[in-house]
């Protein structure tokens, strides 16, 4: 049995004072207040972060296949605070994307144990970002391995529902119609990104099951005239449609606080998640000019964001979400509790975990941040177990 002493506990919907955390096992067993004095008191703490949207970190990336790669990505977002993620694929041959996903697949079931033991954060699934994209709006996608969805598309998927938690495509093609059924059939979730659907178009599929946007101002379809006609994109048409989730790369490079205002403007906390959108570049240290690759597509680390090598456009981030979370606290003016919504409850809402992680209550899994008065993490609990760094 463990037990924390928490001055302030934030979760998604209030902040508890002088709150007593007891842990059994894996699970939180209570959440109750104290009074008496004690000598280790933490500040805060804020539910383990999910991050729904990330390629890797140290040097590695998901799609490079190995079980090195996937432990080093595990092991970097659990030291900065992310228990829980998403890996997210870039676009590749459908062939190569099978052979991954056995990888991954492989990989979940292996490594069940030492997420219990607090070793490494927990894969919940795969992101697929592509290769149904647009080669209009592909930015830093291999265009020459874009496709339409075909019929070994959906086989991919059939094959591989159980770990496909999340696919980022383009609506704009006739064949994306049925690709969309299929996940919806399947439970998953449908984003569009790298897109270059209209508003018409766009609302059709929001009525039909897409329910993000993936990376919200990069890459997303926005306004354009077609024939003389003007026409809005999937950027705005999420933005004025209640209940449509939008990414948001908390950055400071791909969102500034412009751009975050703009979006709070339009979207309720609700409908918006928080995500890294990591590369490789993850965890480098600062100031540091590095030449990477995305795939094959050569890459450069500067200036706090991952560049294409002719700097045309932003090939990811280099940021974890708890460097987003502080970066919304501190320097955006958002209460604690909807930095917690947005970084833990949502993207846990959105991936039907809720009943298990992105908050702090009873029942709930111990995966835990207890934070200085600063936001900077002082310890964190995965699955019970304190993380040794």
């Known amino acids: ?139 830093a996608q291999n265009s020459n391995m874009i496709i339409d969805p075909d019929n070994e598309s959906m086989k991919l998927i059939d094959a591989f529902e159980s770990i496909v938690k999340m696919v980022t495509f383009s609506y704009h093609s006739p064949s994306s119609e049925n690709f969309l059924n299929l996940l919806t059939d399947h439970g998953i979730i449908a984003a569009v990104g790298h897109d270059e659907t209209i508003d018409s178009r766009i609302l059709e599929g929001f009525s039909k099951g897409i329910s993000q946007i993936t990376h919200i101002y990069c890459s997303t379809s926005s306004f354009t005239r077609i024939s003389g006609e003007k026409h809005l994109g999937s950027l705005e048409m999420a933005l004025m449609t209640p209940g449509i989730s939008v990414e948001v790369v908390a950055d400071g490079k791909h969102i500034t606080k412009y751009f975050w205002d703009f979006i709070r403007h339009n979207k309720a906390v609700a409908d918006i998640i928080i995500v890294s959108d990591s590369t490789r570049g993850g965890g480098c240290v600062p100031g540091e000019s590095k030449k990477m690759f995305l795939g094959n597509l050569p890459i450069i680390i500067e200036d706090g964001v ?59 899994q111990a995966d835990i941040l207890l934070l200085d008065k600063g936001w900077n993490i002082i310890k964190i609990i995965k699955s019970g177990m304190e993380v040794i760094p």
């Open 1 to 139: 049995m463990k037990e924390l002493f928490i001055d302030k506990l934030i979760n998604y919907n209030k902040i508890l004072s002088q709150q007593r955390i007891r842990i059994d096992g894996r699970r939180i067993l209570s959440v109750e207040p104290f009074s008496s004095s004690k000598d280790i008191i933490y500040p805060y703490a804020v539910p383990g972060f999910i991050d729904m949207h990330s390629h890797g970190g140290l040097g590695y990336d998901i799609s490079d296949g190995t079980i090195e790669a996937f432990n080093n990505i595990s092991r970097y977002h659990l030291l900065n605070g992310t228990t829980s993620f998403l890996g997210s694929t870039i676009t590749m041959d459908i062939g190569s994307l099978k052979d991954l996903l056995e990888r991954i697949q492989n990989y979940i079931s292996c490594v069940i144990k030492m997420v219990s033991d607090g070793t490494l954060a927990e894969c919940l699934g795969v992101h697929l970002e592509g290769p149904w994209l647009s080669v209009k709006n592909g930015g």
């Open 306 to 364: 991952a560049w294409l090598e002719d700097r045309s456009c932003f090939a990811g981030s280099v940021s974890n979400i708890h460097q987003m979370f502080k970066r919304l606290v501190v320097e955006w003016n958002v209460s604690p509790i909807d930095a917690v919504r947005m970084c833990c409850y949502n993207p846990a809402l959105k991936l039907r975990v809720s009943n298990r992680l992105g908050c702090i209550e009873t029942g709930a």
